[in-house]
């Protein structure tokens, strides 16, 4: 089953994600906190090669936020350096519950926002996602012409995205999952389970693949292997090894990927080949 309808076997969609919600400088040196450190990281990133940054803001003290200023300097600075990638905010509820809050980004006209489908707990809180929530963010962004990005870490939450892709006659050109594995309470890295979620994704569909932590290499080389997407960067992985004795970049996770393309004989997507840009947004 291909991760796109474009030449699926060697096209491969790189989703980057340098920062995070949880990461800070004293468990990785290499954190990019500042919208400038943002935005030079994700340059570097597109540089190198990668089809969608997903985005997080911090505030000085390395707190996570939902400040919509913060967001538009970092689009500024990334239109500005990477005229066609595209930028998906978050809109997170591990730390902010209110929904005014939380889709506040939207009305930046973003090309995608990302949309947990349900409530889940990680080793460090819980991310809180009510149906009520959930249909509301998504309201708003077909209402701005943002494309959400439909992040699972189990089979319930594809089943609750197929009804949502259904209630609200999404177009399958413009569908995005983002699935997510290894953390303790989701789905895991093992074929079966990683095997189980991919195949309830239809051909048509975008699809990226990211795994948390010690994961993170696992997933990525079964979903090249197979044709999918990638999910890479400091957002879900601080380590280079399973040790944890040299803490990873955003740049060597990354050229970590490109390698793994190389050897599977593929490439990286390009943002316009995915063009899932906001049609109401000029560029």
């Known amino acids: 089953m291909p991760s796109s309808p474009l030449n699926p076997d060697s096209e491969i969609i790189i989703n980057f994600c340098p920062t995070g919600m949880i990461p800070t400088r004293e468990m990785n040196p290499h954190v990019p906190i500042s919208p400038q450190e943002i935005i030079e990281q994700t340059h570097e990133a597109y540089e190198l090669g990668i089809t969608v940054a997903h985005l ?62 349900s ?14 929530m959930i249909q509301r963010l998504l309201a708003k962004m077909l209402g701005y012409g943002v494309t959400p990005e439909l992040e699972c ?27 997510l594995f290894g953390n303790i309470f989701g789905a895991q890295t093992q074929l079966s389970q990683m095997g189980a979620m991919l195949d309830q994704i239809p051909p048509a569909h975008w699809l990226s693949v990211g795994g948390l932590g010690d994961y993170q290499l696992q997933a990525h080389a079964i979903a090249i292997a197979s044709g999918r997407g990638v999910r890479v960067g400091l957002e879900d992985n601080l380590w280079l090894d399973r040790q944890r004795s040299r803490p990873a970049s955003n740049l060597a996770l990354l050229q970590r990927v490109h390698q793994l393309l190389e050897i599977h004989e593929k490439t990286c997507l390009s943002p316009r080949k995915l063009n899932l840009y906001n049609p109401r947004r000029k560029r």
């Open 56 to 117: 997080h803001a911090r505030l000085p003290d390395q707190s996570p936020t939902h400040e919509p200023e913060i967001y538009a300097e970092m689009m500024q600075g990334l239109h500005r350096h990477c005229p066609d990638l595209i930028l998906c905010l978050s809109t997170s509820g591990r730390n902010v519950p209110e929904f005014e809050k939380r889709s506040a980004v939207i009305e930046l006209y973003p090309d995608m926002c990302s949309l947990t489908l």
């Open 119 to 132: 409530s889940l707990n990680f080793a460090q809180g819980a991310s809180l996602n009510s149906p009520d």
């Open 153 to 179: 870490f189990d089979l319930g939450m594809i089943n609750y995205g197929k009804y949502l892709i259904q209630k609200y006659e999404l177009p399958s050109d413009r569908i995005y999952w983002n699935l």
